[in-house]
């Protein structure tokens, strides 16, 4: 794929109108989130680096795009609309979907059944991603990078995207990651094995509503955690399948489970919450 066929036409940036404003919906540390119109709803992710890392980033962000729009053949990937402006690096663009998943699960008051269903279709997109020649790497598993359509149909996005921009460990997913990259001296790509820790943390946190390591107020004190090899916290009474579950996505890489693996483990879940 040629890498200027990511780039959204010239004709199709942003036009804010009096009457359709931006609206800032989320500020990470490292980008703000907007919605925006061309014509119809979208979100624009602008990012905030250093001027030394822009023209690294770039790059990886043309790659990471470039990946993305390999994927979007399966129903649960969500659409990459494109790469839009220059500066300091591309906006990445997508279309607007109201809900994350944890939002879904609250508003509507889905039961166990479609809870661990709608796990399951993320897995299955995941699996999706690891299964083209080559792989495709997420590298940002988390209920926030999962949205939910008004049909309830889950979304895998930010693809590739995490990894392009940061480039260190040093961010807010640190809960979510493999405890091999963490404790990483120097950059450790990512791995599908990497990918199947970040899901098995995103299921703990779509089933305890909470965070991984909730049990630790800031990020330096799970860092030093994953070094002791401790895990996050169970919420008590946990189904023992999930537990194993759970605890299967988290053993040293080659001992780790497959995405695939996971996939049929979730659809085992939700079978037996129908019962």
């Given at each position: ?65 470039m990946q993305w729009k390999r994927a979007e053949g399966h129903p649960n990937i969500h659409r990459l609309l494109g790469l839009c402006g220059n ?82 460990d040093a961010d807010s997913s640190i809960r979510w990651r493999a405890r091999e990259i963490v404790l990483s001296v120097g950059p450790s790509p ?11 943390m995103t299921i703990l946190e779509v089933v305890s509503r909470q965070r991984p390591f909730a049990q630790f107020p800031n990020d330096a004190q ?54």
């Open positions: 794929m040629d890498q200027f066929a990511i780039y959204l036409p010239l004709d199709m940036v942003p036009r804010f109108s009096r009457r359709s404003p931006v609206a800032v919906i989320a500020e990470p540390r490292h980008a703000n989130v907007v919605v925006c119109y061309i014509p119809q709803p979208c979100v624009m992710k602008n990012f905030r680096l250093h001027e030394d890392r822009v023209a690294n980033v770039k790059a990886s962000l043309e790659v990471a795009a500066y300091p690096v591309p906006s990445v663009v997508t279309p607007y979907i109201e809900r994350s998943l944890l939002e879904y699960l609250l508003t509507t008051q889905a039961n166990n059944v479609v809870m661990f269903a709608t796990l399951q279709s993320v897995a299955t997109a995941l699996g999706y991603l690891h299964d083209q020649n080559p792989p495709i790497l997420h590298s940002n598993v988390k209920a926030s990078n999962i949205l939910v359509d008004r049909s309830g149909k889950a979304l895998l996005t930010d693809i590739g995207i995490h990894n392009a921009v940061m480039q260190s990512p791995t599908k094995a990497a990918d199947c820790w970040s899901m098995g799970v860092i030093m955690a994953l070094y002791q090899g401790h895990f996050p916290l169970l919420p008590p009474g946990l189904d023992g399948h999930l537990e194993g579950l759970l605890s299967s996505c988290w053993k040293p890489p080659l001992q780790r489970l497959s995405i695939q693996t996971i996939a049929k483990y979730l659809r085992l879940l939700s079978e037996r919450a129908r019962e």
